[in-house]
């Protein structure tokens, strides 16, 4: 029978359809339990794939015949070696194109909403990290939050629907993935900005990214203004667009709050995370949509593919949000705490500017499940 390649862009579309898909894995089993491809309707085997090396035909029964069924290993090889003997089985099989490596990279970008006077908000969706990146159009302009390292795409989309990229922001210096932002601005002449608090350390230009700031968006003078929102870093800040949208960083999650220790200071910061979650935020209009900066699980994508809350339904259902007692709020931070992300201290010494790794060596940073949130 037949041997399919399929990219992580038609992978990524089944997971937004909630199409049924059965996915052979043949990676060893602890990195398919550390970190693999979910969706809402996705079924699984893993199987390392040196257990195949004499034949396929044990696993045969555990096969399905009435769903797609996907071969998936780190970078390809391997998942092309068992689609080829699967197919020589009798099988109509795929593989996925570049592996985990590549699932890893893709960006989806979706709209999440129309705007005032023409404008357009869109999330890129990084379905292999749980990465949300943000890009605001109106009036041939441009503005990018959080921005990935993977430049082209940002750049290439807002060629697509016309639009010169003039800012560019971090909410706060990450450390779970690599930021693309300051290299889009240096390509396009945008402006940078970083929040100061988190920049202490960095080696290059920017600007200062402070409480209060509001940059307008093309013609319709589409608002972003900035929040400080301090906890995850000490200079984390959030921003609410046209007056509808929150944008939280890594603040505040749809099922998760963030995690105050990845520059070792949790001890220090969880106050100031309560006092962002439970006073800063509090006082906003709970009518606010929020948009983090990443998604812990498949359950907080929407229907359209899109991670989006109500504040105020968070307010009533995020746990993290709900805990009166201050003591019991730093148990419930400090002690809950999961591994830390794949290579972070690197990763954030790359955002510094202080290193630069070659794409290979960055991409094996970010290999992964981000892990930014509290459990």
């Given at each position: 029978?037949?041997?399919?390649?399929?990219?992580?862009?038609?992978?990524?579309?089944?997971?937004?359809?909630?199409?049924?898909?059965?996915?052979?894995?043949?990676?060893n089993a602890d990195a398919f339990a550390d970190w693999k491809i979910e969706g809402h309707k996705f079924e699984y085997l893993n199987i390392p794939y040196f257990e195949l090396l004499d034949g396929v035909e044990e696993i045969l029964p555990k096969l399905p015949a009435d769903k797609d069924i996907l071969v998936v290993c780190a970078k390809e090889g391997s998942s092309i070696m068992v689609a080829e003997m699967l197919a020589e089985e009798g099988l109509d099989v795929a593989y996925l194109q570049g592996g985990m490596k590549s699932w890893s990279m893709y960006l989806e970008p979706i709209k999440v909403a129309d705007l005032t006077d023409g404008g357009e908000l869109y999330q890129f969706v990084r379905l292999g990290k749980g990465c949300l990146s943000y890009m605001i159009i109106s009036g041939g302009e441009a503005a990018i939050i959080d921005a990935v390292r993977f430049t082209e795409v940002f750049t290439n989309f807002a060629a697509e629907k016309g639009a010169t990229i003039k800012h560019v922001f971090d909410t706060h210096l990450h450390a779970d993935h690599i930021s693309g932002g300051r290299h889009i601005?240096?390509?396009?002449?945008?402006t940078y900005y970083l929040p100061e608090k988190d920049a202490e350390e960095v080696v290059f230009d920017y600007t200062a990214l402070e409480d209060g700031l509001t940059v307008k968006i093309g013609a319709s003078q589409i608002e972003v203004g900035a929040l400080y929102s301090p906890g995850?870093?000490?200079?984390?800040?959030?921003?609410?667009?046209?007056?509808?949208?929150?944008?939280?960083?890594?603040?505040?999650?749809?099922?998760?709050?963030?995690?105050?220790?990845?520059?070792?200071?949790a001890e220090d910061w969880v106050a100031d995370l309560r006092e962002t979650l439970y006073s800063r935020y509090r006082a906003l209009a709970e009518d606010l949509i929020v948009l983090p900066a990443h998604f812990m699980i498949i359950d907080e994508l929407n229907e359209d593919g899109t991670v989006a809350r109500r504040l105020g339904d968070l307010f009533a259902q995020n746990h993290g949000l709900n805990v009166s007692d201050a003591d019991e709020f730093r148990h419930l931070v400090t002690d809950n705490l999961p591994p830390q992300p794949n290579a972070y201290q690197e990763i954030r010494h790359v955002n510094m500017g202080k290193v630069t790794p070659n794409n290979d060596e960055q991409t094996e940073m970010e290999i992964g499940p981000n892990r930014c949130a509290v459990r």
């Open positions: 029978m037949t041997v399919s390649t399929w990219t992580a862009q038609q992978v990524a579309q089944k997971v937004i359809n909630n199409d049924e898909l059965f996915i052979l894995d043949v990676r601005a240096a390509q396009t002449g945008a995850h870093t000490i200079g984390s800040t959030s921003f609410v667009i046209d007056h509808r949208f929150l944008l939280t960083g890594d603040i505040l999650f749809i099922d998760s709050i963030g995690r105050p220790d990845l520059a070792g200071l």
